[in-house]
C-alpha cells in the first residue's frame, strides 16, 4: 500500500532564504511519480513539482528543485530565495503506474510553510 | 484562472436534503477525480472516473454517488448525509500519461446542518 510522511508539521523561513521540506513514502511499485502541491489560504491546490521514478537527474522548476533519493525513498522539495506568497500548505503526492493502481494519486500529511519578513 | 470549474462554491444543506456538486473541464483530460478535505488536512480521494468508467470508489459511503455523464463532466450526488461529512470537496482532472499532474478546481465548500 502507498504511504507518504512528512514530519515537519510546520516549518518557519526567513524571506530570500532557501527552505527544505522534507518527504518520504513507501511503495513497492517500481514505477511511481512523485508531486509537490501547494494550497494557500484560498483553498486552490497549485501543482508545483512533479518526479518519475526512472528520471535520473533531479527536477527544477523555477524557484523549485525536488531532491529525490530514490534508494532512501525521499522526495525532498527545496524553495530558494523564499517569498512572502510562498506562505502556505505543501503536500506531497505520490500516483503508482502499476495496472492495478494507475489512477490513485495520494497525498501525505503536509506542511505548513510559513515565511518571515 | 482555474481550468476545473466546480459549482457551487458554498452549500449549505440539511440532513434530508438532495444536492449536487458539479465538475467541467475542457482540457479533454480523462480521468477526474473526486477529493474531500477536512480543515487542516490532506486531500482524501473519494472516487476516480477513468475514460468515463469509475476506476477507483475508496470505500465511500452510499449517501455519496458519483456520475460522469461525459467526458468534461463530473457530478457528486449528495444524499441524507451528515454533518460530518462538512469539508470542502475538490475536483481534479488529470491528463493521460504517466507524468500527469492533477489539475484541481477551487473546490465546493459543503456545510451540512
Known amino acids: 500500500a502507498q504511504k507518504i510522511t512528512q514530519t515537519q508539521p510546520g516549518m518557519f523561513v526567513q524571506e530570500k532564504e532557501a527552505v527544505t521540506l522534507d518527504c518520504t513514502y513507501d511503495?513497492?511499485?517500481?514505477?511511481?511519480?512523485l508531486f509537490w502541491y501547494k494550497q494557500p489560504s484560498s483553498g486552490e491546490m497549485i501543482f508545483l513539482i512533479y518526479?518519475?521514478?526512472?528520471?535520473?537527474q533531479n527536477a527544477t522548476e523555477g524557484r523549485y528543485s525536488l531532491n529525490f533519493q530514490k534508494a532512501r525513498k525521499s522526495a525532498n522539495l527545496v524553495i530558494s530565495a523564499s517569498q512572502l506568497g510562498d506562505s502556505a500548505m505543501y503536500f506531497c503526492?505520490?500516483?503508482?503506474?502499476?495496472?492495478?493502481?494507475?489512477?490513485?494519486?495520494?497525498f501525505g500529511p503536509g506542511t505548513s510553510l510559513s515565511v518571515i519578513p | 484562472d482555474t481550468e476545473v470549474t466546480q459549482t457551487p462554491k458554498h452549500l449549505v444543506m440539511g440532513m434530508t436534503n438532495k444536492k449536487s456538486l458539479k465538475c467541467e473541464q475542457h482540457?479533454?483530460?480523462?480521468?477526474m477525480y473526486w477529493y474531500k478535505q477536512k480543515a487542516k488536512k490532506p486531500p482524501e480521494l473519494m472516487f476516480v472516473?477513468?475514460?468515463?468508467?469509475?476506476?477507483i470508489n475508496e470505500s465511500v459511503p452510499s449517501r455519496f454517488s458519483p456520475e460522469c455523464p461525459n467526458s468534461s463532466l463530473l457530478n457528486l450526488h449528495l444524499h441524507a448525509l451528515q454533518p460530518e461529512d462538512s469539508a470542502l470537496y475538490l475536483c481534479?482532472?488529470?491528463?493521460?500519461?504517466?507524468?500527469?499532474?492533477?489539475?484541481f478546481g477551487e473546490g465546493s465548500r459543503l456545510t451540512v446542518l
Open positions: 481534479a482532472s488529470r491528463r493521460t500519461g504517466d507524468s500527469g499532474e492533477l489539475f
Open positions: 511503495t513497492s511499485d517500481q514505477s511511481y511519480g
Open positions: 518526479q518519475g521514478s526512472y528520471d535520473e
Open positions: 503526492a505520490m500516483r503508482e503506474t502499476s495496472l492495478t493502481s494507475y489512477d490513485k494519486v495520494i
Open positions: 482540457m479533454g483530460h480523462r480521468a
Open positions: 472516473y477513468s475514460y468515463e468508467k469509475l476506476s
